[in-house]
Nanobody
Framework: QVQLVESGGGLVQAGGSLRLSCAASGRIFSINAMGWYRQAPGKQRELVALIPSGGSTYYADSVKGRFTISRDNAKNTMYLQMNSLKAEDTAVYYC?????????WGQGTLVTVSS
């Protein structure tokens, strides 16, 4: 069993920055990929950024050039640096991880961007 805990959400003005963290704990044998998803009110959950164990990172077009995903394997922690935030970035952000053949989700952290 793996637990994912997000932190770093909050209220920020448009143009500001936030850094989200996702700490993984438990039976972590192999990490296939980790990523950030978000769900805005009334919308479906969408992939924001992905960092696989090998290969290139992926960003949704809406966040390219503004968000940066990274991972500290020694700390089993993933980050999402969010710059130049816009009102449309307001959502609950979820951490997702694929460990072995199992997929896990965090509980989500709310990001609110005021315009």
């Amino acid at each position: 069993q793996v637990q994912l805990v997000e932190s770093g959400g909050g209220l920020v003005q448009a143009g500001g920055s936030l850094r989200l963290s996702c700490a993984a704990s438990g039976r972590i044998f192999s990490i296939n990929a980790m990523g950030w998803y978000r769900q805005a009110p009334g919308k479906q959950r969408e992939l924001v950024a992905l960092i696989p164990s090998g290969g290139s990172t992926y960003y949704a077009d809406s966040v390219k050039g503004r968000f940066t995903i990274s991972r500290d394997n020694a700390k089993n922690t993933m980050y999402l640096q969010m710059n130049s935030l816009k009102a449309e970035d307001t959502a609950v952000y979820y951490c997702n991880g694929v460990f072995g053949s199992l997929e896990y989700w965090g509980q989500g952290t709310l990001v609110t961007v005021s315009s």
